[in-house]
């Protein structure tokens, strides 16, 4: 019988009992379920090993028992967050102008939509942009160039004299 064979026969074999065991301990069967598959995929990357144990379904009931803490630790820590701080304030709907900057954006060739994004929302500049992409400052200068002279008529707009002639 081969390793991923193994792995099969105990997954057949323990899996209801493991998922039973994780829902007992947390109260929700979609977290119990979650909890197992993570518990499950950790034991057949390390199948190897793992299924030399006396007792493999305790290390993945143990592995899943504390993915199942970690779960609650960050939901009571969300919780206490949102006391300490208040729920997060509502946003509104966008404007008009973001729809219309967004869709202008899709529009453009990714290299160029990606040139424009980096510079003018992230406030790069051209300089690091050519290194986060790992192009030349002059390639990401034209596909600033070429995008803007792209999104000027999606937006309504026009060009100033020294952007249009660049």
């Known amino acids: 019988m081969d390793r991923d064979e193994g792995f099969e026969d105990f997954y057949r074999a323990t899996r209801h009992r493991v998922v039973t065991v994780l829902y007992a301990l947390g109260g929700d069967i979609h977290e119990a379920q979650d909890a197992a ?3 499950y995929v950790r034991a057949w990357q390390r199948w190897q090993r793992i299924g030399e144990y006396g007792d493999p379904e305790a290390w993945v009931r143990g592995v899943g028992h504390r993915l199942l803490m970690n779960r ?3 939901i009571r820590n969300g ?3 949102n006391r300490r701080h208040g729920p997060a304030t509502a946003m509104g709907p966008p404007s008009e102008n973001t729809v219309a900057l967004v869709a202008a954006l899709r529009r453009l060739p990714l290299e160029q939509r990606e ?3 980096l510079h003018y929302l992230a406030d790069l500049s051209v300089a690091d ?3 986060q992409v790992g192009v030349p400052v002059g390639t990401v200068k034209a596909r600033l160039s ?3 002279q792209a999104m000027a008529p999606m937006l309504g707009t026009t060009l100033p004299e020294e952007v ?3």
């Open 115 to 117: 040139a424009i994004v």
């Open 79 to 81: 919780i206490r967050a």
């Open 146 to 148: 070429r995008g803007r």
């Open 37 to 39: 598959h993570e518990a």
């Open 129 to 131: 942009i050519a290194t």
């Open 164 to 166: 249009s002639n660049a």
């Open 72 to 74: 609650w630790r960050k």
